[in-house]
């Protein structure tokens, strides 16, 4: 071992340890630039999944119970997709909203918006593969009950959506991880103009290639913290639901 | 009909008023004012009925095993028919055939009316409760039916007194124990006002009292003109029951005799040693 690379170990731990003191002091001071990359992180990502959400669980548990000629072959692109490079997806938005694009007149490249519907593409494939296969289950043990009630697959989907309430918790919250933890979709589509469209990871990619690692690892702290807050209220407000409902 | 200190005693008082009222037809009509469900024909009333049930050369096979062969016999309207047999001889694969959950392989089943589908209920002999509370499961057929949500949870919760679970209405009905569920499962199908209820042994956890509280009930819904067809392995309860009675043994009919006939003295072998408790399987 040579002595540079000793030193450059030792480098690593101080970063570490001015990584956790900047964390600190940025949230203790709440840097305003910070706040408002955190804040519109969160916007970003917690509105693409709505919207991917609106579209994802019903497909999910629409496929949970149809039974039809290429199902299989749905759920195998669907899985497929739930793979899908961020930049890929990225790169798919930016070429619809480009100038050039069919829709380029909206304008919308280089906006939060733009940046809100790369993440939506991004995990609506995987909100709807997960509650499906969540929803099968409870569909294999009502399918009998409800059709003997006259309840026919349409009207099924509701019913699963709501009885696996607690079980699809567990399934919005690995897509808002997958979106708040994404950084190729967001880059490309948002372009990490500062103060308008920079969110937590693209501002630590550009932390990162500036060689200012302390800060980029401060702020991937805190963006973990985030995420961990927000399964934590998501957790706590599950149990307590489901201890209510059984 | 005999008072029994389970039942509870506003479920019993209705369950008695309602027996006797005259042209008590009608399941449940504990409000004055005429539900929707009648004026959708979801009950018989007016219309043709959709009894006798006629069941001819009725077969089913899962894979290479013969579940069913040659089943046929005809449902008419009157008391409970009671489906016996040893285990796996294929009852509930027959109520399943009959409430149209299964496709037969071969024969058919013909009832007097084409919309029979939506005028028969079923208890499952393992009843699905879903994921919600009591008075919620009760209400979610009715709403299904067409019933607006108040006139739903309203039914829903007359529904549960007569089952003696109106305290229990804001529970989840996982949590309930399993003869609590079987009794909500009964109610949930009688909310349903059908011509036609199919009981899967729906006294198979109950304890003494809850199922001479089951039993009350079936014979009140019997008496108002619902038909009951169900299973069951308690031979007194049979007796208690019964009409008439379906002997089913390894997928074979082997009779339908009324029950006064069947318990004096069944016609086939097979029958007289059941009875004895000598026949397995
Ligand atoms: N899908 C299926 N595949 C294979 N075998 C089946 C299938 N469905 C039913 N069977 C068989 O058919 C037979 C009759 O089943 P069924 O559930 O109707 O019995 P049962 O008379 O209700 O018995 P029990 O009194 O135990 O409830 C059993 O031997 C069962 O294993
Ligand atoms: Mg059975």
Known sequence: ?246 | MRATESLPRKGLRHVMADLFRPGGARILARTPDPSPIHGRSRIGAGTGGILPLRVEGLCYRAGAVEVLREVGFTLEKGGPSLIIGPNGAGKSVLLRLLHRLLRPSAGQILWGTPEAARRQAMLFQRPVLLRRSVLANAAYPLRLAGLGRAEAMARARAELAQVGLDGLADRPARRLSGGEQQRLALARAAALQPEVLFLDEPCASLDPAATRAVEEIVQALAARGTKIVMTTHDLGQARRLAAEVLFLHRGRLLEQTPAARFFAGPESAEARAFLRGELLW
């Open chain 1, 1 to 246: 071992m040579t002595a540079s690379d000793t030193n450059c170990q030792s480098g690593r731990v101080q970063d570490l340890a001015s990584a956790f003191a900047t964390a600190l002091g940025l949230v203790a001071t709440a840097d305003p630039a910070v706040m408002r990359i955190l804040l519109l992180s969160l916007r970003v990502s917690l509105t693409a999944l709505a919207l991917a959400a609106l579209v994802g669980l019903p497909l999910g548990a629409l496929l949970a119970v149809a039974r039809f000629p290429g199902r299989q072959a749905v759920l195998v692109a669907l899985n497929a997709l739930m793979g899908l490079p961020p930049v890929v997806a990225g790169l798919l938005i930016y070429l619809l909203l480009s100038r050039a694009g069919p829709l380029g007149p909206l304008g919308l490249l280089f906006t939060p918006t733009a940046m809100v519907i790369a993440q939506a593409v991004l995990i609506a494939p995987i909100l709807a593969a997960l509650s499906r296969q969540v929803l099968e289950g409870l569909w294999e043990e009502y399918a009998e009950q409800l059709r003997s009630f006259g309840a026919g697959p349409w009207r099924a989907v509701p019913t699963l959506l709501w009885d696996g309430r607690f079980a699809l918790m567990t399934v919005l919250l690995a897509g808002f991880g997958r979106a708040a933890a994404e950084v190729g979709a967001v880059m490309i589509v948002g372009g990490n103009i500062e103060g308008f469209t920079r969110v937590m990871t693209t501002a630590i990619a550009l932390e990162t290639s500036k060689g200012d690692l302390p800060l980029a690892l401060a702020l991937g702290l805190l963006l973990m913290a985030i995420v961990l807050a927000v399964n934590a209220l998501a957790q706590g407000l599950r149990e307590a639901a489901a201890e209510r409902a059984g």
